[in-house]
């Protein structure tokens, strides 16, 4: 089976990888392009661990097939931080203690960061029903739902 | 060393339904070699799995563990954990 | 958070510094098992069984081995043959089915190929001839007269008299205390409930994976996410039939387990690929293996009985309790036997538990196993025993509730607990008197859970500059790295972040037991603060050289040795100044601390749960949370924060959603996560954590384990709430919109109390 040549454009740099027709782009984001950030925790898009913003658009990359990535431009996690500084929503998280096995953080942040970019000063229902598409197992949700609003709250002031 | 040594109830089958009996016993192996003595049958179902609480202290493996004169030793069924 | 005795000051512990390892985790950069590739890697892909019970006439690998990319097939026979009595056999033969397969999911081969996808197709090509046998699926199959035996071996443990035929009961466990009769006959009420409870999952976002390479010179190293590596070492060797030294188990960052990663499932099939093909094999579990072939907690059939005296005095009670292990013995009747009466104070009791094999996956642990659910049966008719009695639900609770010196159900007397404490906590709270809304209803319930303690290591390295790095075995699955740095920077002087906590892997640092039982902060802590403590002696001594004085003039204050001798005054010294000369003063700083951790102390909860009830639907919604614990001494309280609230939202997924359900022939109909509908955020409020702290004696900080006990109280914390809303009682779990709709028109509409 001959593979597909995908160029785009992750977290601001052109990015070219080859993959399979039928190859999901989590899986190629992860095992050719080398970022694993994103996690597969279902595969089928109901827990939000894989997901990225593609054109503007927060999707679970466990339901896009890589070839679909050609001439997008994507951001994931490992994107969050320019250089050294981490993004309010990484600082808010880590001083929020809104993680505790981190294996859905990724996700949490990149799906935060969308609700935030849409609308900068959410209500906590708006939290929870912006972040009703990822699951967290450990927290019970309160510190995530927290840590975002302090995100909101620094990135508002700033 | 004279001890008191306490079952919990599914382990009183070879002591007749005793729930407390003396035995003797520098450490707590001695003592259940000492209650199978009294007791036979009860060295088996002591040494399959069983901690023992002395002095407030849960011991999960307390076949060495030594004994003072006097002590009240509780042996109760091995836990097992999930997280 | 409530304090409720003096404690020394701390400096370090109690505090809440950024975990050591978060940057990692919110940049996407920590390695979990999945994230890991070796150069060379094959993929491993696992057959299982599509049906729940039946013999393997055959299994013809040739197919499948012929196809393209594929580089190794292996099968049960491909393993070291296992008796029924070798201590491991049950884990063996799940792990790969043998003569029969025993639940939807069993492996009964596993095939690695050069792609996931060569793999995937070689598996399908594998044929395996079966004899399906009829399928035991529900407690009241396994207990029927004529029941097909899933196990011709299993002779009941714990039955007077002793079994003589094989059956599907592999364990009865028998409690009792005072005269059964003669309490009831005290009794001015009496009441006897039935419960039912299914099979839920531990539902942990990262699936099992692990990589495994092993070399022509017959090692192997295992990269994997688990609670214990040290564990997956041994269960690996025993099922291969290795030596221990063969094996190197790596610990991958582990994303979140709550008992169902103490147990292994892929990681000697991956070694055995691996040897086969001479190549690294990676597996990772899809969600839906997940769900059919790892971890559920038992479903129960529980019957409780108890009987009060009319001032509210607990005088009697009596349980039948009925656990399903899944497809293989298991202690959950044990356990639930071990909980079931422990928060009260009852003088006269008997308890019978039985555990139950039916043909699904093999339960594993999931936080304090079996006591969520004899606390939904106890604590609800707690509920109703108050309301008839007239009495305050919180006051019959503290007239009951045990403390330091009464009997525990297993005789011994509790040493210093907190659950009184914790009761008062939650009654001082806002939340206890606020208002409720219309269709609203607020529950409170209890819950208990042993804690353990097992075998911990840990290593003390000072770095040349006067860092430390603390080498553990323990997997953190929850902040645990931050805790270990806090004990040791109190124990040091030195600031938590001069500390670099490390998960060390088995060749690195003394054995560990696995991260169960809520025992790492507090069995791996000790450890952790014994090798400090020597560390403390040893830098003592340094100094003392470089002072030139008698070590015992010496004293280790906040981070500097201080001389405290009469010969006039000299300079602390910093560690620091002390590393910078190790190597004239003796050589490197390094202390170590191994110990089997004595005094767990037991861990109680008790939480207050407000829901709104859609009277029209049936949906419950969870409006209100708050939720206390005794944590003896909270080492990081957001970490202990975060273990209350991840057992609440556990909880009440468990209360309201969550079940295991199979068809007819045993095949689980729901294995996805929209399927089995876990809490998701819009499902769940703020969670407020009531951390109460009576110090466990035992543990240098008085620390008592946090990882379970959280889970105990939700079920009946809202079954309580969903009755004071409808005055309907649900005694069967899960309590699903349509379970409380039915139960809302029986009782002729809303509000028919
Ligand atoms: S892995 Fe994509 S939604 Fe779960
Ligand atoms: S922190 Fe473990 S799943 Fe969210």
Same mark, same amino acid.
């Not at chain 1, 996690?77 to 931080?81: F, K, L, Y």
């Given at each position: 089976m001959s593979r597909v040549h995908v160029t785009c454009t992750i977290n601001g740099d052109p990015a070219e990888f080859l993959c399979d027709g039928g190859q999901t782009l989590l899986d190629a984001l992860r095992d050719e392009v080398g970022l694993t950030g994103a996690k597969e925790g279902c595969g089928t898009g109901d827990c939000g661990a894989c997901s990225i913003v593609m054109d503007g658009r927060l999707l679970c990359s466990c339901l896009v097939l890589a070839p679909e990535a050609e001439g997008t431009t994507i951001s994931t996690?490992?994107?969050?931080?320019s250089g050294d500084d981490l993004h309010p929503l990484q600082q808010c998280f880590l001083e929020g203690a809104a993680l505790q096995c981190g294996v859905c953080t990724p996700g949490f942040l990149v799906a935060a960061k969308a609700l935030l970019d849409r609308n900068p000063d959410p209500t906590e229902t708006e939290i929870r029903y912006g972040l009703a598409g990822n699951l967290c197992r450990c927290t019970g949700y309160d510190k995530i739902v927290r840590a975002v609003q302090a995100a909101a709250a620094a990135i508002n002031e700033s | 060393m004279a001890v008191s040594v306490h079952l919990s109830s599914n382990l009183r089958g070879p002591t007749g339904g005793l729930a407390e009996v003396e035995a003797e016993g520098a450490t707590v192996g001695a003592l259940i070699d000492d209650l199978d003595q009294r007791y036979p049958g009860l060295g088996d179902a002591l040494r399959a799995g069983v901690s023992v609480v002395i002095d407030g202290l849960l011991i999960a493996h307390p076949e060495y563990e030594p004994l003072a004169d006097g002590a009240q030793v509780y042996f109760v069924p091995q836990t097992a954990g999930g997280s | 958070m409530t304090v409720t005795e003096p404690k020394p000051s701390y400096k370090y512990v109690g505090t809440r510094p950024v975990r050591h390892d978060g940057l990692e985790k919110v940049t996407g950069r920590a390695r979990f098992a999945a994230d890991l590739n070796m150069s060379g890697q094959l993929h491993g892909i696992v057959v299982r069984s599509p049906h729940a019970h039946a013999r393997i006439v055959s299994i013809d690998t040739s197919e499948a081995e012929a196809m393209p990319g594929v580089k190794a097939v292996i099968i049960g026979d491909d393993f070291p043959a296992v008796e029924p009595g070798h201590r491991q056999y049950d884990m063996c033969i799940n792990v790969i089915a043998r003569d029969k397969v025993l639940y939807e999911g069993h492996a009964v081969a596993a095939v690695a190929a050069s792609t996931r996808d060569q793999a995937q197709a070689a598996a399908a090509a594998v044929k395996v001839e079966y004899d399906v046998l009829p399928a035991v699926l529900t407690i009241d199959q396994a207990l029927a007269p004529d029941a097909p035996v899933l196990h011709a071996h299993m002779m009941t443990a714990g039955a007077n008299p002793p079994a003589e035929e094989p059956s599907n009961i592999s364990n009865i466990t028998r409690f009792s205390g005072g005269e059964l009769d003669a309490g009831f006959a005290e009794a001015d009420l009496v009441i006897e409930r039935e419960f039912t409870t299914q099979p839920v999952h531990q539902g942990y976002i990262e699936p099992h994976a692990c990589v495994a390479d092993t070399g022509q010179d017959g090692h192997t190293t295992i990269w994997c996410s688990s609670q214990g590596h040290f564990n997956v070492r041994s269960s690996t060797a025993t099922l291969l039939g290795w030596e221990t030294t063969r094996i190197r188990v790596i610990p991958a960052e582990i994303g979140g387990g709550f008992g169902g990663k103490t147990t292994i499932y892929l990681e000697p099939l991956a070694v055995a690929l691996s040897a086969k093909a001479g190549r690294p094999v990676k597996m990772v579990m899809t969600r839906d293996e997940v769900f059919r072939a790892t971890g559920p907690a038992p479903g129960t059939k529980l019957r409780i009985k108890l009987g009060v005296q009319s001032d509210g005095n607990l005088v009697a009670g009596d349980a039948y309790l009925i656990y399903t292990n899944g497809a293989y013995a298991g202690p959950g009747g044990l356990l639930g036997a071990m909980t079931v009466f422990e928060s009260y104070k009852i003088p006269n009791f008997e308890v019978e538990a039985l555990d139950v094999v039916i043909n699904t996956a093999r339960s594993a642990a999931y936080r304090a196993p079996a006591a969520p659910l004899t606390a939904y049966a106890l604590e609800t008719m707690l509920d109703e025993l108050a309301e008839e009695l007239g009495i305050d639900a919180m006051d019959l609770r503290l007239k009951n509730a045990v403390a330091e010196g009464d009997p525990s159900t297993m005789g011994f007397p509790f040493a210093r607990i907190g659950f009184v404490e914790c009761l008062e906590a939650v009654r001082d709270h806002p939340h206890f008197t606020a208002p409720l809304g219309p269709n609203q209803g607020r529950g409170l319930a209890a819950g208990y859970w042993f804690n353990i303690g097992e075998s911990s290591s840990a290593t003390v390295n000072l770095n040349e500059d006067g860092t430390a790095t603390v080498v553990t075995g323990s997997p953190d699955i929850g902040g645990s790295r931050a805790s270990m740095a806090l004990m040791a920077a109190e124990e040091l %002087?030195?600031?938590?972040?001069?500390i670099r906590p490390v998960v060390g892997d088995t060749e690195a640092v003394g054995f560990t037991d696995i991260t169960? %039982?809520?025992?790492?902060?507090?069995a791996t802590g000790m450890a952790v603060v014994e090798a400090c403590r020597k560390m403390v002696v040893e830098l003592r001594g340094r100094a003392a050289k470089m002072m030139g004085a008698d070590i015992d003039d010496v004293d280790w204050v906040d981070g500097q040795a201080v001389y405290t001798g009469s010969d006039g005054d000299k300079d602390p010294l910093s560690m620091a100044a002390i590393c910078a000369k190790a190597k004239r003063t003796g050589g490197p700083l390094t202390a170590t601390g191994s110990l089997e951790a004595h005094g767990a102390g037991p861990g109680f909860a008790v939480h207050l749960c407000d829901v709104e009830v859609d009277q029209e639907t049936g949906v419950v919604r969870v409006v209100r949370y708050t939720a206390s614990q005794d944590a003896g001494t909270a080492i990081h309280p957001s970490y202990v924060e975060g273990q209350i609230q991840g057992g609440v939202a556990q909880g009440v997924g468990w209360a309201l959603n969550e079940e295991y359900i199979y068809d007819s022939d045993g095949v689980m109909e729901n294995p996805s996560f929209l399927d089995y509908r876990v809490p998701v955020a819009s499902d769940l409020p703020m969670i407020d954590a009531i951390i109460v702290e009576v110090p466990n004696p035992a543990h240098p900080y008085g620390v008592r384990g946090v990882g379970e006990t959280g889970i105990v109280p939700p079920i009946p914390a809202v079954a309580n709430a969903i009755y004071d809303a409808t005055g309907c009682r649900l005694r069967d779990l899960p309590m699903s919109p349509i379970r409380v709709l039915e139960a809302i028109t029986a009782n002729g509409g809303s509000n028919g109390s």
């Open positions: 996690v490992e994107g969050m931080a | - | %002087g030195i600031d938590p972040h001069d169960e %039982g809520s025992r790492a902060t507090f």
